[in-house]
């Protein structure tokens, strides 16, 4: 399919034509899971602007008392669940036909990082345009966000290329893998916070922690889930629960599971054991409701747009932030900022009324300009791209050279993923971050990215 300006999302004819054996579940958790992140990033955003530079702030900073608000909009650990859960589906079905691992691995990873290379090559060139302009100062903190959350695709690919484990077992065995994965969490931020080892070893939670969902969705896939007791299930979320209060109380983990400005601990990067256990207590609600969300994932009025979400799921994630930063701008440009002061801490605080009712404002302009950007570039999602979707002339190499190039791939795709997130593109592509004593670069590490999808490419796509 060829890409086509403003093209209409055939939201409609996919939700009609939805398999009748599909867990229509999983795809509901995923499509609401990325609402509330795309939401709840332009809700928590708190921009002040002293002497034309931006300081940026987050509302649950601005009042503590709604970081236990987190416990329940944090959701990102159910789009692991829900990716576990479609990966392990996929990955059985490939099986079935006789399909081979870099192959499956290939598919897989196309999908994301094809989005992700165009993403890349726009805000690669606003950024350059940005470094070239503008002051430093003043570009610098936004610019920055622009690959932030790029770190969920390579975790996501990573998580992912760990679904041949994932097999099918008993509750019981099942139970076991859950524990250890918690404990290997726990360890790791032993080590991080008790121990003179440094704490560079918290990346490695990066993919322990978010495998905890990924490996619960697999369960569901293969119906392990529904052979455990309801009243089990409950107890293991209150006693995830009352575990990680424990651990609030008495240890250095923050009590919000997202990151706040100015904390020396954040519990999502990296990730922490008290998002583990939450994305354990977030399952067992999940399962707990879940024929309730059956039954509403099968009105039209709510399943088309999941559909609509799902499809377009890649656009949405990686473009909704620069809409953001955009917004934030122009309403800084023509002198629309919202009432924003600083905290005695330096951070910025709403001032007074006159901020919700500008937010109002703000988010409406904000919806509609996501609204655009998405209709304009989802074609991209599902479009081959030239060459790197074209058959390699290559001979293919052999099923063990193959696994474990793919399988090194999704690891270089992983650490390139990170390092933006880390790096960001403020003075792209020149700008150097030091970190843990190795100096990064942005530019750098899209060259290892696509280094990366090359390898994945090479050892899985089909051969002319």
Known sequence: MAPTVFAPVPSRRAAAETPADRDRVV??????????????????????????????????????????????????????????????????RHRARGGEYPAWIWARADRLLRPAFVYLVVAGVIAAMVTALASPTASEPLMNLLT?????????LIVTALTP?????????????????????????????????PAVVGLLNFVLVWTVPAYLGSLRAHGVLDRVPRWMIGGVALGCVGLNLALISHGPWPLSMVGM?????????????????????????VTLLDAPLARLASVP???????????????????????????????????????????????????????????????????????????????????????????PRSRAP?????????????????????????????????????YAGLPLSAAGAIVALVLSGLAIRWAGAPRR
């Open 27 to 92: 795809d509901l958790v995923r499509a609401t899971s990325l609402v509330v992140v795309v939401a709840g990033h332009s809700i928590m955003a708190v921009v002040a602007w002293p002497g034309g530079v931006p300081v940026l702030g987050n509302l649950l900073a601005a009042y503590p008392w709604t970081q236990v608000l987190t416990w329940v909009l944090q959701i990102m650990p159910l789009f692991f669940f829900a990716g576990g859960a479609a990966s392990a589906i996929s990955w059985a």
């Open 148 to 156: 932030q959350l790029l770190w969920f695709l390579g975790v996501y």
């Open 165 to 197: 484990l994932f097999v099918p077992t008993t509750p019981g065995r099942a139970a076991l893998v859950v524990v250890a994965l918690l404990l290997a969490c726990g360890l790791v931020d032993g080590a991080r916070f008790f121990t003179g080892i």
């Open 261 to 285: 400005p100015g904390a020396e601990v954040s519990n999502m990067a990296p990730p922490t054991i008290v998002l583990a256990l939450h994305s354990v207590v977030l399952v067992c609600v």
């Open 301 to 391: 009025s709510a399943w088309r747009p999941a559909t609509w979400v799902n499809l377009v799921a890649m656009t949405l994630y990686l473009w909704h932030l620069p809409v953001l930063v955009a917004v934030t701008t122009l309403a800084h440009v023509v002198a629309l900022d919202r009432p924003v002061g600083l905290g005695d801490d330096g951070w910025p605080v709403p001032d007074g009324w006159g901020y919700l009712l500008g937010s109002l404002v703000f988010w409406a302009v904000y919806a509609a300009g996501v609204w655009a950007v998405v209709r304009l570039m989802w074609p991209f999602e599902h479009a081959p791209l030239v060459w790197w979707d074209a058959r």
């Open 398 to 434: 052999s099923l063990r050279t193959a696994s474990w190039v793919a399988a090194l791939g999704c690891v270089g795709v992983g650490v390139s993923t990170l390092v933006l997130s880390g790096t960001g593109l403020a003075g792209f592509p020149w700008r150097i971050v030091d």
